[in-house]
């Protein structure tokens, strides 16, 4: 016997007891984001690197350390998207929907990072991304929060924590850097290797360290909020003030500053206690110029992402998935007539009642084996044909869910039983 080919590491399937699970997620997404005016959109899986070391940066974890990177068979570059933002706006540039347009987008899809493996935190690992173009005031800020606190609600999750910053402009940012800089270099024996290196690229990154031994130095830095001009500080307030007018409670964290280059303005994460390290379910802000930067004319953008296989892992921890449908109809068969008749009920029930499930038994098999069948498949109803009920015309029914009770009835008069069954089962 040959040896077994395992899963790549960090990449799970998504089994059949678990899609119904992800299907419901999806489809509360989906309806919510059409219903808002947002379109689909979808990418490849695979993009040119330079297109992530340009947008997401290269002196970031992601591009230095978690990206799938190979050449191709001409020796071009090419990346498993590790996130969905960039790929999302250079298919936007590629195909002119940016150009003096606004656009409300969506996707859903797989993303790819080499990270150490823990529940939560996978190298495939799924995610639903929202972004806009074209809108520069803080409104668009608010309907997204806004849209991500319904989802919330619809899904019936609980103690789901918003957590806010401004990053203010380039102009400022750059010059809070001075500031930061300054303050970290009077203190760089206190810096652990990963923050030296980043001290000269990318000192905003350091706020985002999780080094235990450098919490204290970091909570005692200067805060980016008290070096921001009137106008990034009013477009954050004004945000602020919508927030508290809806009731959407929020807590502002200055240390808040993501793990992408690409952002400015606002940026936010929804995070929650109940998922260990993994804290963070859904997260987005502003990046404005990324549209520039990735070869597009200068515009407005903004837009979140969530994972979802954190987002099922919560709504198992919280109770709050719904029972699996289970099937209206499993037919069992005996005998060849027995079986051509059955396909043809099958069919005449699909015909006349939306929605209705049916199984159909396959593989033959003994009268126990069909039951053991039906019973496991979770239908409500087993409908049963033999000889003696094709010869006179009739079918059997039992209840598979109460015991004992099994009934007879014309074959002509099924689908108004079945009807009338399913009515009284829905209320």
Same mark, same amino acid.
């Given at each position: #016997?040959?040896? !077994?080919?395992?899963?790549?590491?960090?990449?799970?399937?998504?089994?059949?007891?678990?899609?119904?699970? +992800?299907?419901?997620?999806?489809?509360?997404?989906?309806?919510?984001?059409?219903?808002? =005016?947002?379109?689909?959109?979808?990418?490849?899986?695979?993009?040119?690197?330079?297109?992530?070391?340009?947008?997401?940066?290269?002196?970031?974890?992601?591009?230095? !350390?978690?990206?799938?990177?190979?050449?191709?068979?001409?020796?071009?570059?090419?990346?498993?998207?590790?996130?969905?933002?960039?790929?999302?706006?250079?298919?936007?540039?590629?195909?002119?929907?940016? /150009?003096?347009?606004?656009?409300?987008? +969506?996707?859903?899809?797989?993303?790819?990072? /080499?990270? *150490?493996?823990?529940?939560?935190?996978?190298?495939?690992? /799924?995610?639903?991304?929202?972004?806009?173009?074209?809108?520069?005031?803080?409104?668009?800020?608010?309907?997204?929060?806004?849209?991500?606190?319904?989802? +919330?609600?619809?899904?019936?999750?609980?103690?789901?924590?918003?957590?806010?910053?401004?990053?203010?402009?380039?102009?400022?940012?750059?010059?809070?850097?001075?500031?930061?800089?300054?303050?970290?270099?009077?203190?760089?024996?206190?810096?652990?290797?990963?923050?030296?290196?980043?001290?000269?690229?990318?000192?905003?990154?350091?706020?985002?360290?999780?080094?235990?031994?450098?919490?204290?130095?970091?909570?005692?830095?200067?805060?980016?909020?008290?070096?921001?001009?009137?106008?990034?500080? =009013? !477009?954050?307030?004004?945000?602020?003030?919508?927030?508290?007018?809806?009731?959407?409670?929020?807590?502002? *964290?200055?240390?808040?500053?993501? =793990?992408?280059?690409?952002?400015?303005?606002?940026?936010?994460? +929804?995070?929650?206690?109940?998922?260990?390290?993994?804290?963070?379910?859904?997260? =987005?802000?502003?990046?404005?110029?990324?549209?520039?930067?990735?070869?597009?004319?200068?515009?407005?953008?903004?837009?979140?992402?969530?994972?979802?296989?954190?987002?099922? #892992?919560?709504?198992?921890?919280?109770?709050?998935?719904?029972?699996?449908?289970?099937?209206?109809?499993?037919?069992?068969?005996?005998?060849?007539?027995?079986?051509?008749?059955?396909?043809?009920?099958?069919?005449?029930?699909?015909?006349?009642?939306?929605?209705?499930?049916?199984?159909?038994?396959?593989?033959?098999?003994?009268?126990?084996?069909?039951? &053991?069948?039906?019973?496991?498949?979770?239908?409500?109803?087993?409908?049963?044909?033999?000889?003696?009920?094709? *010869?006179?015309?009739?079918?059997?029914?039992?209840?598979?869910?109460?015991?004992? &009770?099994?009934? !007879?009835?014309?074959?002509?008069?099924?689908?108004?039983?079945?009807?009338?069954?399913?009515?009284?089962?829905?209320?």
């Amino acid at each position: #016997m040959a040896n !077994k080919i395992r899963q790549v590491k960090g990449m799970p399937p998504v089994l059949p007891e678990s899609t119904p699970n +992800w299907q419901y997620v999806e489809s509360k997404f989906r309806h919510l984001l059409q219903s808002s =005016g947002y379109a689909e959109i979808r990418m490849p899986l695979l993009e040119h690197t330079e297109l992530f070391k340009r947008s997401i940066g290269e002196v970031t974890d992601i591009v230095e !350390k978690e990206m799938y990177t190979f050449d191709d068979l001409n020796g071009k570059s090419l990346t498993l998207r590790p996130e969905g933002t960039a790929g999302c706006v250079r298919t936007a540039i590629d195909n002119g929907l940016l /150009h003096n347009q606004k656009q409300r987008l +969506w996707y859903a899809g797989p993303m790819f990072r /080499h990270e *150490n493996t823990q529940a939560g935190r996978y190298r495939q690992f /799924h995610q639903i991304g929202v972004e806009a173009f074209g809108f520069a005031d803080t409104d668009i800020e608010l309907e997204h929060l806004v849209l991500v606190s319904r989802l +919330w609600k619809e899904l019936g999750l609980a103690n789901m924590t918003l957590e806010l910053n401004t990053l203010g402009t380039s102009e400022e940012r750059l010059q809070y850097k001075k500031i930061l800089v300054d303050y970290f270099q009077q203190q760089q024996d206190l810096l652990d290797e990963d923050s030296i290196r980043r001290l000269g690229s990318n000192p905003l990154r350091i706020l985002d360290s999780k080094n235990p031994q450098m919490a204290e130095l970091i909570g005692n830095a200067p805060v980016l909020l008290d070096h921001l001009g009137e106008e990034s500080t =009013g !477009k954050f307030n004004r945000l602020l003030a919508l927030l508290d007018k809806l009731q959407i409670a929020y807590t502002v *964290n200055t240390r808040l500053v993501r =793990g992408l280059d690409y952002y400015c303005h606002t940026v936010y994460e +929804w995070t929650t206690n109940e998922l260990g390290a993994q804290s963070a379910v859904c997260a =987005g802000g502003r990046f404005d110029g990324l549209v520039e930067q990735l070869g597009g004319r200068a515009g407005t953008a903004v837009g979140f992402a969530m994972g979802i296989e954190r987002l099922i #892992m919560l709504l198992e921890k919280q109770n709050s998935l719904p029972e699996p449908e289970r099937p209206d109809i499993y037919l069992v068969m005996l005998g060849d007539q027995a079986q051509e008749t059955g396909f043809v009920i099958a069919e005449t029930l699909r015909d006349a009642i939306a929605n209705i499930r049916v199984i159909i038994n396959c593989g033959g098999g003994n009268m126990k084996a069909q039951i &053991k069948r039906a019973d496991k498949s979770g239908a409500e109803l087993a409908l049963f044909l033999g000889e003696d009920e094709v *010869n006179s015309g009739q079918i059997s029914i039992k209840y598979l869910r109460e015991e004992g &009770k099994q009934i !007879k009835i014309d074959q002509q008069k099924l689908v108004e039983f079945i009807r009338k069954h399913i009515s009284q089962r829905t209320g």
